[in-house]
C-alpha cells in the first residue's frame, strides 16, 4: 500500500519488460516507470533499449537495459536475476516481445513457424519460470502476457499468430491457477489494432482502414490504451484480479455487423 496518497501506485516495485525497444513494449514500460516501478527493457534491438531507459532515466525514473532474445530461455532468467540483485526485489513481468509474420497457410515456413512459436508462445513459460521463485521470495507479483484480439477472431492469413495468441490465454489462465497460491497474480492483454513498427510489417493502410470502420469506438488503439490497462494489472487495484483476458480493443471482439 502507499505511504501517501500522492506516492504512485507501483513504488518500489521491480518490472522486466520484454520487446520495450519500440511499440507497445517500449509505451508499458514508460508508464511503469512513472507508476514508480523500476523497469528492466529486454529487447533484441539493444540501441533502441537504452533509449527507453534513457528517457525513463531523463525523466528521473529508475530504469536498466538488457539485451537479449526472449526465445532463449537464459536471457530472461539472467536479467531477472540482475533486477532482483540490483533493486533488491522482483514484482512484476511484462511478456511482450514477438516475431511476427503473416501469411497464408501454403506459405508458412518451417524457419517462420518455429520462430513465431519460439518468440510469442515459448518466450512465456520461460518468462514465467524465471519470474515466480523471485516474485515468491517478494511476497507475491503479477504477471502480464501479452495476447491480441487475434485470439479469439479467426483471421485469414494470420493462422499461426492466432494460435500463438490463443495458446498465450490458455497459458495465462492455467498459470493462474498454479501460481496463485504463491500470490502471484497471471493476467493477459488483448490488445485491438494499434499502428506500431511490427503491425506496419503485416498489415496495410486499406486494412487499418476497414478495422477502424468495424471498432465500437471508430479508431485504432494507442500505445497509451495498451500501457495504462498494463499499470492497472500490475497494481494493487487489481489485487483480486487473476486469470482475466482484459480486452482493450474499442470493442471489436465483441462487435457483430
Ligand atoms: N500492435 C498491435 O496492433 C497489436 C495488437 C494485438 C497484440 N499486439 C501484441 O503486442 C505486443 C507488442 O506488439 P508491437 O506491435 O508493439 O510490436 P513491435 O514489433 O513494434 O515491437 C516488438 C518488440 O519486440 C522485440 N522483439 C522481437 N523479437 C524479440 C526477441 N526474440 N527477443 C527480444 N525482443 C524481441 C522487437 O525488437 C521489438 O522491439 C506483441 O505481443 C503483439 O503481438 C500488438
Known amino acids: 500500500m502507499p505511504n501517501s496518497i500522492l506516492e504512485p501506485r507501483l513504488a518500489g516495485k521491480v518490472a522486466l519488460v520484454t520487446g520495450a525497444a519500440r511499440g507497445i513494449g517500449r509505451e508499458i514500460a ?3 516507470a512513472r507508476e514508480g516501478a523500476a523497469v528492466g527493457v529486454l529487447d533484441l534491438k539493444a540501441e533502441l533499449a537504452e533509449d527507453t531507459v534513457d528517457t525513463i532515466v531523463q525523466a528521473g525514473g529508475r530504469a536498466r537495459a538488457f539485451a537479449g532474445n526472449v526465445a532463449e530461455r537464459q536471457s530472461l532468467v539472467d536479467a531477472v536475476a540482475a ?5 533488491g526485489r522482483f514484482d512484476i513481468l511484462v511478456n511482450n516481445a ?21 518468440t510469442g508462445f515459448s518466450s512465456i513459460v520461460w518468462g514465467m519460470q524465471a519470474a515466480a521463485p523471485a516474485m515468491v521470495r517478494a511476497g507475491g507479483g503479477s504477471i502480464i502476457n501479452i495476447a491480441s484480439v487475434a485470439g479469439y477472431l479467426a483471421m485469414p492469413g494470420a493462422l499461426v499468430y492466432c494460435g500463438v495468441k490463443a495458446g498465450v490465454m490458455g497459458l495465462t489462465r492455467s498459470a493462474s491457477a498454479e501460481l496463485g497460491p504463491q500470490g502471484i497474480r497471471v493476467n493477459a492483454i488483448a490488445p485491438g489494432s494499434v499502428p506500431t513498427p511490427g503491425v506496419a510489417v503485416n498489415v496495410d493502410e486499406t486494412k487499418m482502414q476497414g478495422r477502424i470502420e468495424r471498432t465500437p469506438l471508430r479508431r485504432l ?9 498494463a499499470a492497472f494489472l500490475a497494481s494493487a487495484d487489481a489485487d483480486f484480479v487473476t486469470g482475466e483476458v482484459l480486452s482493450v480493443d474499442g470493442g471489436i471482439t465483441h462487435a457483430f455487423s
Open 83 to 87: 533486477l532482483e540483485a540490483d533493486y
Open 30 to 32: 514508460l508508464r511503469l
Open 98 to 118: 514477438i516475431w511476427v509474420r503473416y501469411g497464408p497457410l501454403e506459405s508458412i515456413t518451417q524457419e517462420a513457424l518455429d520462430r513465431m512459436l519460439a
Open 221 to 229: 488503439g494507442r500505445v497509451q490504451d495498451i500501457a495504462g490497462a
